[in-house]
Nanobody, 123 residues
C-alpha cells in the first residue's frame, strides 16, 4: 500500500504560478500511474493531468493544456504539477492519486489518494 502526500498549494494572484508535488511513502511512486485531480466546492473530482510509469505518456484536461505540466522527479520520487498562468477558475483542492494500472482520467479507477492541497487564485 502507498500513502500519498501533496504539497505546494497556496494563494496566488491571477497570472501567477504554483508547483505542486506528490510524494509517496510505503512504496515508490515510480511503480504507479499517477494522476492529478481537483475539486471545487460542490463539484466532483475533475481530471487535471496524468503520467505513466516511465513518464513516456502524459495527458491533460483541455482546460489546463498549455498551462500545466506534469512530470516525475525520480531522484526525489515525486510527481510534480507545474501550474502557470493561473486563473480564478483554477481555484480548488488538488489531489494526487495513484493506480497500479493505466487509470487515465477516471477518478474511480485510482485506488490511492492523498489528502489534497488547497490552491486559491485571486483575481
Amino acid at each position: 500500500q502507498v500513502q500519498l502526500v501533496e504539497s505546494g498549494g497556496g494563494l496566488v494572484q491571477a497570472g501567477g504560478s504554483l508547483r505542486l508535488s506528490c510524494a509517496a511513502s510505503g512504496r515508490t511512486l515510480s511503480r504507479y500511474y499517477v494522476g492529478w485531480f481537483r475539486q471545487a466546492p460542490g463539484e466532483e473530482h475533475e481530471f487535471v493531468a496524468s503520467i505513466d510509469w516511465d513518464a513516456d505518456s502524459t495527458a491533460y484536461a483541455d482546460s489546463v493544456k498549455g498551462r500545466f505540466t506534469i512530470s516525475r522527479d525520480n531522484t526525489k520520487d515525486t510527481v510534480n504539477l507545474q501550474m502557470n498562468s493561473l486563473t480564478p477558475e483554477d481555484t480548488a483542492v488538488y489531489y494526487c492519486a495513484a493506480s497500479a494500472y493505466a487509470a487515465l482520467r477516471y477518478p474511480r479507477t485510482y485506488r490511492y489518494w492523498g489528502q489534497g492541497t488547497q490552491v486559491t487564485v485571486s483575481s
